[in-house]
């Protein structure tokens, strides 16, 4: 990726081991770049950092509402999860309301990232199911909006009603036309956008009250039902969930695949969007910690952002060989 700064490096003993370079984008009120490191103008696919996007027409267009869906399922429906009782119990007993099941998923199977639902399926020699899927949520939400529009069962189709209103939705957050897309591992399409159009949407989530139009209210209550479930949007042990903890309800944020991440900061009203471009997640959830400290929203001296930074490493005795830092340039 063109023009990436060194964010992080990772240090062992007195050297430098490696280094991470990326892309950072922190917006304001009216979606303008207050400040920025590497280039904002890259192009990227959001990967799941985008589902509250990706949820927006399940709220707006009223099929949440007519689901009878509570702020737990919203959260779930932005998220990307361990697959733990928790959330699984959560996407089953949300589609039998509808009168759908596991099969008419389209996300894929895939183990459990939970420890102890997994060890679960291993000992009962069970496989796993479409529920365990991370983005289960995200999917019982296409469902539900698609029981709304009336369309067919292949939902994920780029031409089916659901990805059409997502494509829509994502084009006018970003303000940018979309030069194409990508299949994310769930089967979904994933909409390439610039970084800043991608802050510039999280800005706008920012700034949402709940008492403006329907895209207005629509953002506010994915963001509040992100930040009040952060145990819902990831799980036990996931940056998502404890930092958002630690925050107590500040912040919004949400990682995706292949070093990206994204925070919604009402206090602020900031969005911010970051790449790595190696697509470390390491890197990417030092730097998230990195900003929201900088912002005041986020303790330092908290054990979930110590966690990530300055994310001591530790060998298999238990000793102290190296940490994360912030590179100059970032510091």
Avoid at 82 to 109: K, M
Avoid at 164 to 177: P, S
Wanted: proline share 5%.
């Amino acid at each position: 990726m063109a023009n990436a700064q060194e964010l992080v490096e990772v240090w062992r003993g007195d050297r430098v081991e490696s280094v991470h370079s990326g892309h950072v984008v922190i917006c304001g009120p009216g979606g303008e770049v207050v400040d920025a490191w590497g280039e904002p103008g890259s192009v990227i696919y959001p990967r799941s950092s985008c589902k509250m996007i990706q949820a927006l027409p399940l709220v707006e267009s009223g099929a949440a509402d007519a689901a009878g869906l509570t702020p737990r399922h919203l959260a779930i429906a932005c998220a990307s999860h361990q697959g733990a009782a928790i959330h699984t119990d959560t996407v089953a007993d949300w589609l039998a309301t509808l009168g759908l099941g596991e099969a008419d998923l389209r996300c894929g199977s895939h183990m459990p990232y939970d420890r102890t639902a997994a060890d679960t399926l291993v000992k009962t020699d069970t496989s796993p199911c479409q529920y365990h899927n991370n983005c289960s949520g995200k999917h019982s939400g296409f469902l539900t909006l698609n029981r709304h529009l009336k369309g067919g069962p292949d939902y994920v189709d780029i031409d089916h009603p659901v990805q059409r209103a997502v494509h829509a939705a994502t084009a006018e957050v970003t303000a940018e036309t979309s030069p194409g897309y990508g299949i994310d591992g769930c089967s979904a399409p994933n909409f390439a956008t610039t970084l800043h159009g991608l802050g510039r949407a999280m800005a706008a989530f920012a700034c949402a009250t709940g008492s403006g139009d329907a895209r207005d209210r629509a953002m506010h209550r994915l963001a509040s039902a992100m930040a009040a479930h952060p145990e819902m949007v990831a799980g036990e042990g996931r940056a998502c969930t404890e930092l958002m903890k630690a925050m107590g309800g500040r912040a919004a944020i949400k990682t995706g695949a292949e070093g990206v991440f994204v925070a919604i900061v009402p206090d602020r009203k900031l969005g911010i969007a970051l790449k790595i471009a190696d697509g470390g997640g390491r890197a990417a959830e030092a730097v998230i910690t990195a900003i929201l400290i900088r912002l005041g929203v986020l303790d330092p001296a908290h054990p979930a952002a110590m966690k990530r930074l300055p994310a001591v490493q530790v060998n298999c005795r238990g000793l102290k060989v190296g940490a994360l830092r912030l590179a100059e340039g970032f510091r």
